[in-house]
């Protein structure tokens, strides 16, 4: 770990490749050849065992490669994280809106598990679940790899209570509470999910906490994890969620408004933790 970042690597597939630096260029075409000659040359990238490769290294098909990710202009966010919990087993952390949950596109140390890593200088941490960038809450992370499958384990046999709070237009053609059960793939953008016709596979209960004048609290329970399940869910009601950036229109990337964050927050996870047989109930500090 190198500043709270753990190297990404890659296996060289099979074939002739002139040299690990021409392989490194054609595989990853926006970083540079010049730049991949410096980071060769620094000793930022190794093979399994450790060893340096440089840039006349020869091309072994086969080869597990570790490097370290750069970005050039991260984008910071301006919000901080708070750690609700920690064992020698989890780490549950109160993610602010905008903070990505892991390193991905133009994101890396501005990242939950990059600070988090930072802070506690755990190299072993993972996530056990995720929530979306724009989404707040409380994320679930494992700290011991011993035990980890056992709260993964939690995840995947839908052993978790999860509720979520969102502010949205109020819903006075509909009859709460309400079940909206659908099937949701991916839409015309990658980046996008939608409603199809077909077997369900996404289940969410919900129902009102507050009535406002504009808009109404309510809570969603989801008992499945579809990519964007309850934005999804929210508009296919016609009460879409405020402020989001996706739905039911897509804005530019990096068009997001830190005074206009997503109005959806993780409140709660509960689970009878499977190590201590101990009931656990996170519930995150924030406020809609």
């Known amino acids: 770990m190198r500043d709270g970042v753990a190297p990404s690597y890659i296996w060289l597939p099979q074939g002739a490749r002139p040299s690990l630096l021409e392989f490194l260029v054609e595989r990853f075409p926006a970083v540079g050849k010049e730049?991949?000659?410096a980071r060769l040359a620094a000793g930022d990238v190794r093979n399994a065992d450790g060893g340096l490769l440089h840039p006349d290294s020869g091309y072994c098909p086969g080869t597990q490669v570790f490097y370290y990710r750069e970005i050039a202009q991260e984008p910071p966010i301006p919000f901080h994280e708070t750690i609700l919990y920690q064992d020698e087993h989890l780490l549950v952390a109160d993610k602010p809106h905008f903070l990505p949950v892991t390193p991905s596109g133009r994101f890396l140390h501005e990242t939950l598990l990059v600070?988090?890593?930072?802070?506690?200088?755990?190299e072993t941490?993972?996530?056990?679940?995720?929530?979306?960038?724009?989404?707040?809450?409380?994320?679930?992370?494992?700290?011991?790899?011993?035990?980890?499958?056992?709260?993964?384990?939690?995840?995947?046999?839908?052993?978790?209570?999860?509720?979520?709070?969102?502010?949205?237009?109020?819903g006075h053609d509909l009859l709460f509470p309400l079940t909206r059960r659908s099937r949701i793939v991916t839409g015309d953008r990658f980046f996008t999910m939608t409603e199809s016709p077909?077997?369900?596979?996404?289940h969410t209960?919900?129902?009102?906490?507050?009535?406002?004048t504009s808009a109404w609290r309510y809570e969603l329970r989801p008992l499945t994890g579809k990519t964007h399940q309850l934005r999804?869910?929210?508009?296919?009601?016609?009460?879409?969620?405020?402020?989001?950036?996706l739905y039911p229109v897509v804005h530019p990337v990096g068009g997001e408004n830190f005074d206009q964050?997503?109005?959806?927050?993780?409140?709660?996870?509960?689970?009878?933790?499977?190590?201590?047989?101990?009931?656990?109930?996170?519930?995150?500090?924030?406020?809609?």
């Not at 077909?198 to 996404?202: Q, V």
């Not at 209960?205 to 406002?212: A, F, H």
């Not at 999804?232 to 950036?245: A, E, Q, R, T, Y």
């Not at 499977?274 to 656990?280: A, F, G, Y």
């Open 115 to 122: 600070r988090l890593k930072k802070r506690t200088g755990c």
């Open 261 to 288: 964050p997503l109005k959806l927050l993780a409140r709660s996870l509960s689970f009878v933790d499977p190590v201590s047989q101990v009931l656990r109930r996170f519930e995150s500090l924030r406020q809609l």
């Open 232 to 245: 999804v869910h929210m508009l296919g009601l016609g009460v879409p969620i405020l402020n989001d950036l």
């Open 198 to 202: 077909g077997e369900p596979n996404a």
């Open 205 to 212: 209960d919900i129902t009102v906490l507050e009535k406002g």
């Open 125 to 170: 941490m993972v996530p056990i679940h995720r929530i979306d960038r724009e989404t707040a809450g409380v994320v679930v992370f494992s700290l011991a790899p011993a035990t980890r499958d056992r709260y993964q384990a939690l995840f995947r046999e839908r052993a978790v209570d999860k509720v979520y709070e969102a502010l949205a237009p109020p």
């Open 35 to 37: 730049q991949w000659q």
